[in-house]
């Protein structure tokens, strides 16, 4: 089975710095997505970015980027210039790209960004 | 921007009473899913469903548990004898197809079980 870690319950970054989340996951399979979820506190759950493990190409979305290393199976969340709205539980989620697998996501615990003014 | 939708946002029940969540999935997406987060845990999956029927479920969801559609907009999850360990918050997901990468999901709804 699919997991996926999230070894940060909690992180802080200062307002415009920049902050790393980090995700790790285990898989046999060689084509999957990849995804970050926000989670403000109004509990709705947003995508922030995805990642398709056939590109070697990292990901990006306005300030939002990742690290995607396939063979470590690493997927780093990267927010520059950080802003109060920020402030959110993060997830990581995997989900297969098999057809026959179904579609349902993975999640990590959750990584909750404090974004400190 | 189309949202899922969920009601209620809290449900407080006694154990062993029936209860049922219900889900407003966007209008035009045609696979459907619960996912569930017992407090200070991750997000677990337990049931997909498209064209009327399970395509999936999870260890979790086991014969208390039964997804319906019963009309054309809501989808609903039923647990018929709740347990204190139900609770937790309830997540109702929808996406386009089976192979769109995004599932929307709506803002939960939190179930305390006393």
């Known amino acids: 089975a699919q997991t996926v870690t999230q070894s940060q319950p909690e992180m802080s970054v200062q307002e415009a710095e920049t902050v790393t989340l980090s995700c790790t996951y285990d898989t046999s399979e060689s084509d999957y997505y990849l995804f970050w979820y926000k989670q403000p506190p109004s509990r709705q759950m947003i995508l922030v970015i995805r990642q398709e493990a056939y590109k070697q190409q990292n990901a990006t979305e306005n300030r939002f980027s990742v690290n995607f290393q396939k063979a470590a199976k690493s997927f780093s969340l990267k927010i520059s210039d950080s802003q109060l709205g920020d402030a959110a539980m993060y997830f990581c989620a995997y989900r297969s790209a098999r057809g026959d697998s179904g579609n349902q996501f993975y999640f990590g615990t959750g990584t909750s960004l404090t974004v400190i003014p | 921007e189309p949202e899922v939708t969920q009601t209620p946002s809290h449900q407080v029940t006694q154990m062993g009473q029936e209860v049922i969540l219900r889900c407003v999935p966007i209008s035009n997406h045609l696979y459907f899913y619960w996912y569930r987060q017992i407090l200070g845990q991750k997000v677990e999956f337990l049931v997909s469903f498209y064209n009327n029927e399970i395509s999936e479920k999870s260890e979790i969801f086991d014969d208390q548990f039964s997804v319906e559609r019963p009309d054309g907009s809501n989808f609903t999850l039923k647990i018929r004898s709740t347990k204190l360990e139900d609770s937790a918050m309830y997540f109702c997901?929808?996406?386009?197809?089976?192979?769109?990468?995004?599932?929307?999901f709506g803002p939960g709804t939190r179930l305390t079980v006393t």
């Open positions: 997901a929808s996406s386009l197809g089976s192979f769109s990468y995004e599932q929307y």
